[in-house]
C-alpha cells in the first residue's frame, strides 16, 4: 500500500543564508518556487533532508555537514523543522543540529503529540530506533 508523502513547510534558523528563523510553507498540489540565484531554494531542500536525516558534525564546507550550512556570522540557534502530512496523518519532525536531538509529533484533534524524543545522530554508533522505525516506514514502500 503506498502513501503520499506531502510537504507542508519547513522552518530552518541559523541554516545557510537563514541567520534567523524563515518558514516556507509549500501548496498542496504542484508548486513552483522561483528566485534568482544564491538566494536560498536550493537550501531550503537541503534544510528538508537535514531535518528529516540528520548532517553531520564536520567543518568539511564541500560536504553535507554542519561546516556547509551553518550560517557563517555564527547564529545564536541551529535547527530546522519540517511540517508533512503521510496519507491521513500530519506529522513534525525538530531538530537541533548541534546535539542532533530530535522531536516527533503527530497531530491529534486535541493537539501535537510527542511521538519520538530523543538523539538521532546521523554517523552514530547507537540509532534512535523508534526515529528510524519512522523513517523506514515512510521511505520504504
Not at 501548496?27 to 531535518?51: D, F, H, I, M
Not at 555564527?74 to 496519507?87: I, N, R, S, Y
Amino acid at each position: 500500500m503506498s502513501r503520499s508523502i506531502i510537504i507542508e513547510s519547513v522552518s530552518l534558523a541559523g541554516f545557510g543564508p537563514y541567520k534567523g528563523p524563515v518558514r516556507a510553507a509549500f501548496p498542496r498540489g504542484l508548486g513552483v518556487w522561483a528566485g534568482p540565484n544564491e538566494q536560498g531554494k536550493s537550501t531550503l531542500a537541503a534544510g528538508v533532508v537535514a531535518v528529516l536525516f540528520g548532517l553531520p558534525q564536520a567543518a568539511d564546507p564541500s560536504g553535507f555537514t554542519t561546516g556547509r550550512y551553518r550560517h557563517w556570522d555564527g547564529p545564536a540557534e541551529f535547527w530546522g523543522e519540517v511540517t508533512l502530512c503521510v496519507g491521513d496523518d500530519r506529522f513534525r519532525v525538530r531538530r537541533n543540529f548541534d546535539n542532533h536531538r530530535i522531536s516527533l509529533c503527530r497531530q491529534a484533534e486535541s493537539g501535537w503529540i510527542e511521538e519520538v524524543v530523543g538523539e538521532h545522530n546521523p554517523v552514530g554508533r547507537k540509532p534512535n530506533r523508534a526515529y528510524t522505525d519512522w523513517l523506514f516506514s515512510l521511505f520504504h514502500h
